[in-house]
C-alpha cells in the first residue's frame, strides 16, 4: 500500500470532505500490511485520519481510510442510528462499531452493505441498496443513488475534482502528510 494508491482512492477522506475511503490492494503478508499500515497512522494521525486493514484474503487487503471525528457525527443521524441499531451494531460508540465491521466482514461470505455509512453515504443511499438488492437505483457513481440525484451529482464531481487535483499534486512532488488536511 503506498502513497500514491492511498491519494488516488482516498483524496476526499484526506482533504476532510469526505468521511472515508475503502480500496482493494494486493499484499505480499499480512505481517508487512500491518506494519504499512502503523507506518502511515503514526503520520496522518495528527491529522484526524486513521487508516485499518479490515480483511485479509487470498493475498489482498481491504483497506479502511477514515476520519473518526467525521463517523462520530455521521452516527448522529438518526437514520443512520436506526439502521446499524437494527443490524445489531452498538449506536452508542462508533470505534465499536468499526470492530463489530471487520468482524461481519470476516464472519460472513455476504458483504455488509451497510459500510456504506461507514464511508459517509447518504442513509437513504444506503437504505434503498439494502432494500433493493443494488437494482433500482437512480444513478451510480461513487455510490448507487437512491434519494437526492442532484445533490449525489454535485458530490460526486467534487470528489473527482478533489482527487484529480491531489493526483496532480502527488506527481508534482508532494506528499500524503502535506496533502492530508487537519480536521
Excluded at 469526505?18 to 499480512?30: A, R
Excluded at 489482498?60 to 443490524?87: C, G
Excluded at 437494482?135 to 451529482?153: H, I, Q
Excluded at 458530490?155 to 500524503?176: E, H, L, P
Aim: glycine share 8%; net charge positive; with cysteine.
Amino acid at each position: 500500500m503506498s502513497e500514491e494508491l492511498v491519494i488516488k482512492q482516498c483524496s476526499p477522506t484526506l482533504a476532510g470532505l469526505k468521511t472515508g475511503n475503502l480500496f482493494s490492494c494486493s499484499v505480499v503478508s499480512q505481517k508487512e500490511m500491518i506494519s504499512r499500515a502503523r507506518k502511515l497512522n503514526k503520520m496522518l494521525c495528527v491529522k484526524g485520519l486513521r487508516i485499518l486493514p479490515l480483511r485479509y484474503d487470498n493475498g489482498r487487503a481491504l483497506i479502511y481510510v477514515y476520519r473518526p471525528s467525521k463517523l462520530k457525527n455521521d452516527f448522529s443521524n438518526k437514520q443512520v442510528r436506526e439502521l446499524l441499531h437494527s443490524l445489531g451494531y452498538n449506536i452508542e460508540n462508533p470505534d465499536i462499531c468499526v470492530v463489530q465491521l471487520m468482524k461481519r466482514l470476516k464472519e460472513s461470505d455476504d458483504f455488509p452493505h451497510e459500510i456504506g455509512l461507514f464511508l459517509g453515504y447518504p442513509a437513504e443511499d444506503v437504505t434503498g441498496f439494502i432494500e433493493n438488492r443494488a437494482g433500482g437505483a437512480k444513478f451510480t457513481g461513487y455510490w448507487k443513488v437512491y434519494g437526492d440525484l442532484e445533490e449525489a451529482k454535485k458530490t460526486f464531481a467534487k470528489y473527482k475534482k478533489c482527487t484529480d487535483v491531489y493526483c496532480a499534486q502527488y506527481a508534482k512532488g508532494s506528499n500524503i502528510t502535506k496533502l492530508t488536511i487537519t480536521v
